[in-house]
């Protein structure tokens, strides 16, 4: 059918489960459950930053 095959997941050396992940060869990292955050929320803070910045200096 072509539904079928027009939605089916892409299998290549990166993303097929059957090749393995790092995560399947070594497990989860701990360090990426508090880096990951950490460094989002970095990001996050400075987008906010440029952000409230413009809406200011086109108000003010």
């Given at each position: ?10 299998c290549?050396a ?9 995560v ?6 701990p360090?990426a ?14 987008v906010n ?10 108000i003010?």
């Amino acid at each position: 059918m072509l539904v079928d095959t027009v939605f089916r997941p892409r299998c290549d050396a990166y993303s097929c489960h059957e090749h393995g992940s790092i995560v399947n060869r070594f497990g989860p990292s701990p360090q990426a459950f508090m880096v990951v955050p950490i460094v989002g929320a970095f990001f996050i803070d400075i987008v906010n930053l440029v952000i409230l910045q413009g809406f200011i200096a086109v108000i003010g």
